[in-house]
Structures are given as C-alpha cells and as structure tokens.
C-alpha cells in the first residue's frame, strides 16, 4: 500500500512539473483574450518556428467583420509588423497585410536561420496590438523522432525517479538508494547524450550551458547531475544518507520550476554567432 501511494504521488508532481515546463517558457504560444471593438476574442499566437519553413499568425477576426473588406488600405482590415531580433541598428519593422479567412485574420512569417529570432505584432481593425512588447519568435532546426522522444522521455523519467527518491528519503525506504542511481542514469542519457544531440539539431550547438553559454536549460541539467551525483556519493560512503538524497530532490524539483528555454540559443544577426544568456 505503501508503495503504490508513493508511485501515484510521484506520478502527479512529475505530471505537475510536466506541465509546468510545458505551458510557462518562452517559446510557449502567446495566448489569452481580449476585447475588439466591443467583443471579446480569444488568441494563440506562436513563439516558435522551424527553420526552413514559414509560420503562419492566425487572429480572430470579430464577427462584425464583413468578408473581401480591403487588406491594402491602412486603417483597414489587418497587418502583420516585423523584424529582427535582437533588433539591428537602422532595421525597421516590415508590414505585411493579413488576409481574412474563414473568420481569421492571417499572414505568414518568414523562415529564420537557427536561433535566429522575429519580433512582431498585429494591427488589427484598427487597433494596434503587442506593439509596446513585441512577440518574440524562436526559430530551430527539425529534430528527429528518434532523438527528441528518448530525450522528453529519460528527462521526465529522470524528474519521477528524482521525486521518488525524495518520498523514498521521506519514509526512510532504502529504496531511496536504488532511485536516486536511476536518477542519475536518466539525467546521463537524456540530458547529457539525447539533450546534446536535441541542441545540436536544433540549434546547430551541442552545449550552451556553463562554461560556454548561459542557457538555463543546459544549466539546470547540470546542476540536477551534480547534486544527484554528490548524494550518491554520500550514500556509497555512508549507511545512512536519505537526508543528502532529499535535498537533491529538492533541489531538482526546485530548479525544474524554472521555465523551459529560458537565456536559451539566440542567433546574433550582425556576428552570424548562435550565444546564449543573454
């Protein structure tokens, strides 16, 4: 009974996290609501693309609007604003009206290099919006199946046995020992092989955490691998070490509360380098 109630409460803070991760970084679709004229509308604006491929902006249109009303004339209709980011000295934003479809307003990004980054935002029947806080745009490579699944799947496997390994400490369950290994294992394959093989596809770099970049991502990988690894070793010395394991579980829970690609890749426009933490 014991057992079953410490996998279920692992599964839900791992499923708790997941989701976290998933909903709060940087390249997480730009979404909410807002009034037009008079009627709310709802949005989902991306915050990612692919290189090699445009991306397209999709927004409600209200529902006033009539079908074929110009898109050429300001004031009129829809336009899509955009340009480089990090913004380039002399670079203006671009305008690119936005075509009325089945009840949307829509238009289409270009590509961008990996790492390479848009800025962009909407003017919309008249009303200007984003445009005092741009949204920003993240382009990167494809990565294959079979380097991205492995990756999420040991990464998440890594955060279960990690939160198992602290209840394990809480109960004193000498099993604490054995998750806190598989910990370990998990954070070595899916960080540190499938991760650095993720980068590299995406980003066209295999590392960009300390000592090369500042890319929280990489970092808080890192920082989880040497906080499990000092626990272990603390256990191999000690009979006794549940206390050291669920301070590493602590402290991966807590740094896997930062959102994912945070002071991620960013291509430099004028250096034509990919950095990071910036």
Known sequence: MKKSWMILSAVVLTMCFAVFQR????????SGKMDIGGETVRYKLPR???????TAIRFPAVANHVSGASTAMPG??????????PFVEG???????MRWDDGYWTASLPSRPRAGKWAYYLKVEDHTLFAAEPIRIRYKGDVPAGILVPHILLMFLAMFFATMAG?????DDPAYKRYCLLTIVGLLL?????GCLVQYHAFGVYWSGFPLGGDFTDNKTLVALVVFLAAWGVSVFRKKARWAVLAASIVMLGIFCIPHSVNGSELDAETG???SGR
């Open 167 to 171: 209840i394990a400490a809480i109960c």
């Open 48 to 54: 990612s693309g692919t290189t090699g491929k445009e």
């Open 23 to 30: 909903m709060s970084g940087p390249t997480c679709p730009k």
């Open 273 to 275: 380098l990919v950095e």
């Open 76 to 85: 009129k209709g829809a336009f899509l604003y955009y340009r480089t980011y």
């Open 190 to 194: 899916g960080g540190f092989v499938f």
């Open 91 to 97: 670079e203006t934003y671009k305008q690119v009206p």
